[in-house]
Each structure stands twice: as structure tokens, then as C-alpha cells.
């Protein structure tokens, strides 16, 4: 099996088992909980509308998949394609390291599993917990912009502490996981929502909960198949 196949086939496997199971994950409190706050957001804007002069004013609905089904067909696809990137970004690094060498296990697809996390999850999280439709935020482009600069300084940071020896590169790499925070996440004017605070802040560690759990299946398992499928093509090519 080809470099390219190598990458591809474990990342592919692993991103619909992965997906499917953050999918699972997220219908037991995480998605219940958008369900709920989008009432609240229902009935503001209802609200709103019942108290505008209906003539005068023309109302243009985004387009939304249906509840049921279809959401959550929708939600299944979305988390699978994500989820297959994730799997890709794992399968890159997985073949950098069989290429110098370095065993690749499932147990090491744990600790790649919670890098994962804590770059993509948690780091982003300090400054810009999950929040419920109807919450308070700052201008997107500028979160955007932080979350961004967050993922990149935080991967950075701890590939310096991981894989580099002298201890000036690994204090560098602490530098680079604090940068983002002293800089501060963007803020909106006003705090809050239309959610009650309490369900703002199951939502944030249902969320939290539920991509720690998917980090430490879609690791192990990627790197499980990346044993399976890419030693199987080593062992074939060096036969050869």
C-alpha cells in the first residue's frame, strides 16, 4: 500500500466510527441541551414578531434542516467529515513518526488523543467556553480569529515540550501555551443569554465532556488502524 494509503484508510475508517460515536455521544445531553435553549430563542423571536407591525416588516427564514431525522442525519454527516479530518491530522503525524523509527500503539494514541483535546477543545475553551444559541458573544470574526491563534500556539507549545530537548525550546513552548490567554479571548459587551445561567454551564462541561471521550476513541483507534493497515503495507513492501 501506497504513502498515500497509509494516510488515508486509517483516517477514513477511524472518522466514521469515531463520528459516529461522538454523534451518540452528543444526542445524550449535549444536543437535548441546544433543543431546550432554542426554545427560549423561539420565543424571544416570536415574541419580537408578534409585537412588530407584520405588514411592514418581511421576514426571510435561513434555511434549516428538519427536527428528527434529517437534523440528525445532518449532525452524523457533519461529525464524520470533521471527524475524518481530525483522523487525517493523527495519520500525518503517525507516519512521521513510523518513518523515524518510533513505534506507534494504541496506549500512544492515547496521549495524541488528549493532545487533541487540549488543543482543539480545551485550550479554545478557557477563553471561549461552548456556548448555547442565544448567548451573548463578540463579533465573530474576531473569535474566530482567537480560536485560531490558540489551536496554532497551543499545538506549537506542546510539540516544543514533547519533542525537543534543550530546555530553552521547551520553555518556549510554555511561552506559546500562554501567549493566547494573556492576549484574552474576545468579550461581548454584555454577558449572558436567553438560556438560564445553570443550563449555559451544563451545556460548556457536557461539551467538554463529550469531545474528551471522543479524543480518546478517535487516538487509540487511529493509531490501532494505522498499526494494522500501515505496518501490514511495510511488511508487504520490504517482502517484496
Known amino acids: 500500500m501506497g504513502l498515500l494509503g497509509r494516510i488515508l484508510l486509517p483516517a477514513v475508517l477511524a472518522g466514521f466510527v469515531a463520528g459516529a460515536f461522538l454523534t451518540g455521544l452528543q444526542h445524550i445531553e449535549v444536543i437535548p441541551l441546544i ?38 442525519a445532518y449532525t452524523l454527516l457533519a461529525n464524520i467529515i470533521a471527524t475524518i479530518g481530525f483522523g487525517l491530522l493523527l495519520s500525518v503525524a503517525f507516519v512521521i513518526l513510523a518513518a523515524k523509527g518510533r513505534a506507534v500503539a494504541w496506549r500512544s494514541g492515547l496521549l495524541w488523543g488528549l493532545a487533541g483535546f487540549a488543543i482543539f477543545n480545551f485550550a479554545p475553551a478557557l477563553g471561549l467556553p461552548p456556548e448555547l444559541p442565544g448567548s451573548e458573544a463578540a463579533a465573530l470574526e474576531g473569535r ?32 506559546a501555551l500562554i501567549i493566547p490567554h494573556l492576549i484574552g479571548a474576545p468579550a461581548p459587551d454584555h454577558h449572558g ?35 494494522r493497515i500501515g505496518g501490514a503495507g511495510q511488511d508487504r513492501a520490504s517482502a517484496a
Open 35 to 72: 433543543f431546550e435553549a432554542e426554545t427560549y430563542e423561539n420565543r424571544e423571536s416570536a415574541g419580537h414578531t408578534h409585537d412588530a407591525d407584520a405588514g411592514a416588516i418581511q421576514e426571510v427564514e435561513s434555511w434549516a434542516p428538519d427536527d428528527g431525522l434529517e437534523r440528525a
Open 144 to 175: 474566530q480569529g482567537w480560536w485560531i491563534l490558540t489551536v496554532l500556539l497551543t499545538a506549537l507549545g506542546l510539540g516544543l515540550i514533547a519533542f525537543t530537548r534543550p530546555l530553552y525550546l521547551r520553555a518556549l513552548g510554555g511561552v
Open 193 to 227: 443569554g436567553l438560556a438560564p445561567e445553570e443550563m449555559a454551564e451544563r451545556f460548556i462541561y457536557a461539551s467538554l465532556a463529550t469531545s474528551a471521550a471522543f479524543w480518546l476513541a478517535l487516538g487509540p483507534l487511529t493509531a490501532f488502524l494505522h498499526q
